[in-house]
């Protein structure tokens, strides 16, 4: 019997074997699909939350709703308070305690990258609490008095009487809101942070613009805007007739008061402003800045490295700029060229409505002809289109040279390029080129239009903004056509370098003023020896530097790491390079941080290799 049963083990046994291998490896099997579902699963659940996230914050702004092209809660406007902040922190630490219940080792790439950008943005919101009256809530640049304004006029559509009955409704809320402004304003000035004493002019001329000539209300902006969008939109004119009656009660009983109310405050407020400019005279200025730094240009790169690269490329650009001298046959110093391009008539449109309207029409013939060949450079294009307008004659004193406001999702509002011709003599014809590319395609349009069209991800990431990728590509798309052999006048290249040159003193002037304690006028005046910028150009542009600190320093530093990556891409990758798949790999990935672009296109490398 035993002899029988030691027989059939020998035989049996190689059989059980190969069973059990088979088992092991329908276990193996089965785990990698196991696993494999804990990630889709994982991710989904995340990609899920961070819609609901993202939905449950949109509709707490009423504004952000109404620039997305949605109509719920059209009738009111942002609640900009102090108990609202700190209830968005509250919250914001609350959020970043779900998020990592999530486990990093269960989620696809993607989502991998969806969490780490919104674990990045929790962290930077709480971070920033600190520093949160930091800031200057009325500036000569995106302060409320034309902020609001601007989302009024470009952003608030009417197709329906109901959207002209909101707008009025919105105009009532000015009052709120400028309250709560001029709050903000107070905490601010009890902590000793008042905006230095050259913004004050510039944001009165605003309220007072805003306001209007008294006892020509059919003159003001909203009234004149209102009407437009309701005959455009075909409104019935009795139901026209009701909201006009409406809108100019809330002008004068709202709108105004709020603004008066403002200006009272302002014209206090700027007999205790100084000349101190730099954030180096907050409580804690040195640390803010340097958070600053590596918040605009997503490295940790200090104030001192940024400056030294600033000079660097400076003299760079110089000796570019020299060459260019050389071939249009210039005799005399470079700053002897600066001065010629500044005061030759040859290169500026009259400051007449005819040379604004031809110089508006150049730009758009710019953007449609590169437009027309972006196949050679680009696999993905937006579907939206875009427009080139004049900056408003409201806002065009205090507003910047020139920037891009995005469409609605959608498509029914376009993207727009807007150029300030308020001083023609500082908007040269050779910067033209260079400015389209930056503002309109293959620049910002692009960037935008593209991230709000791309399927998939979580909505969050098609509306994040880091300055130093977003403004780091608008900086490249100029330099892009130069080797697409646009820029075929050699002045219309040395307004290429020129606006180069700009973002590359940018990176001296700004740390020069927020840490090594410049003045104003020593800013102006390095502006002014380095590039060949008007006075007007260069004295607005240090404003702007000082009230948005380290912002100025993103765009270079962005434009440098990715010629970095593309270098390496070309160098490594060789006959196996397209340049199209790079920009796809920039465009498709969203707005983020320099190090995960690095990643992916690390990724990529490793791929084709």
Not at 51 to 70: K, M
Not at 372 to 383: G, S
Not at 554 to 574: F, P, S, V, W
């Amino acid at each position: 019997m035993i002899k029988t049963f030691i027989s059939l083990f020998k035989i049996i046994t190689p059989i059980l074997v190969f069973l059990l291998i088979l088992s092991g490896c329908g276990t193996t099997e089965a785990n990698d699909k196991d696993d494999k579902q804990v990630e889709t699963d994982q991710s989904e659940q995340l990609k899920a939350w961070l819609n609901e996230v993202y939905e449950r914050d949109l509709l707490l702004s009423p504004e952000d709703l109404t620039s997305l092209g949605r109509k719920e809660r059209q009738s009111e406007l942002n609640d900009m308070s102090e108990e609202f902040e700190l209830k968005k922190l509250a919250q914001a630490e609350e959020d970043l305690a779900t998020l990592q219940e999530f486990k990093m080792d269960n989620l696809d790439e993607e989502s991998k990258i969806s969490y780490r950008l919104f674990e990045d943005q929790l962290k930077n919101n709480i971070e920033y609490q600190k520093y949160r009256h930091y800031d200057y809530p009325v500036k000569q640049i995106h302060g409320i008095q034309s902020s609001l304004p601007s989302f009024m006029l470009n952003k608030h559509e009417i197709e329906t009487v109901d959207d002209a009955k909101a707008y009025v409704e919105r105009l009532k809320a000015f009052e709120t809101a400028f309250d709560q402004v001029i709050q903000n304003l107070k905490i601010r000035e009890k902590e000793g942070i008042i905006a230095p004493k050259f913004v004050f002019p510039y944001a009165l001329s605003d309220c007072k613009n805003i306001m209007g000539e008294e006892g020509k209300l059919l003159e003001n902006i909203f009234i004149k805007d209102l009407d437009a969008k309701m005959k455009k939109a075909g409104l019935n004119e009795n139901d026209q007739v009701d909201v006009m009656i409406a809108a100019i009660d809330a002008v004068c009983g709202k709108v105004n008061p709020a603004y008066q109310k403002l200006i009272d405050y302002l014209t206090l407020l700027e007999t205790k402003s100084k000349t101190d400019d730099g954030v180096w005279k907050f409580p804690e200025g040195e640390a803010f800045y340097q958070y600053r730094l590596e918040k605009m240009t997503t490295t940790s790169l200090t104030g001192d490295e940024i400056f030294s690269t600033g000079k660097d490329e400076v003299a760079r650009i110089h000796g570019e700029m020299q060459d260019i001298m050389d071939q249009v046959g210039f005799e005399g110093s470079l700053q002897d060229f600066f001065k010629f391009m500044k005061v030759d008539k040859q290169f500026y449109y009259p400051d007449s409505e005819a040379g604004k309207t031809t110089m508006l029409a150049g730009y758009q013939q710019i953007v449609d002809d590169m437009e027309a060949r972006l196949d050679e450079v680009f696999h993905t294009k937006p579907k939206a289109k875009m427009k080139v307008k004049a900056v408003e004659g409201w806002r065009e004193k205090s507003a910047g040279k020139a920037f891009y406001e995005e469409g609605s999702p959608d498509g029914s509002r376009k993207g727009t390029f807007f150029a300030n011709l308020y001083k023609m003599a500082d908007m040269p014809k050779y910067e033209m080129e260079a400015l389209a590319f930056h503002e309109g395609i293959p620049g910002h349009h692009m960037q935008t239009t593209i991230a709000q069209e791309l399927k998939g991800l979580p909505e969050f990431r098609k509306r994040l903004w880091y300055t130093a990728y977003g403004e780091g590509w608008g900086l490249y798309c100029e330099y892009l056509p130069k080797e697409m052999g646009f820029y075929e006048d050699p002045y219309s290249d040395f307004g290429r370098l020129a606006m180069e040159l700009w973002r590359a003193c940018r990176l001296a002037v700004d740390v020069g003023i927020h840490q090594n304690k410049w003045t104003r006028e020593e800013a102006i005046a390095y502006l002014m020896e380095n590039t060949p910028n008007s006075q007007n150009s260069c004295t607005k542009a240090i404003e702007r530097y000082i009230v948005m600190p380290g912002q100025a320093t993103g765009y270079k530093i962005g434009m440098i790491h990715i010629l970095k990556m593309r270098k390496k891409a070309e160098l490594t990758l060789g006959d196996k390079y397209d340049i199209r798949t790079f920009h796809d790999i920039f465009l498709k990935t969203g707005c983020v941080p320099l190090y995960i672009f690095e990643e992916r296109i690390d990724a990529w490398i490793d791929k084709e290799k």
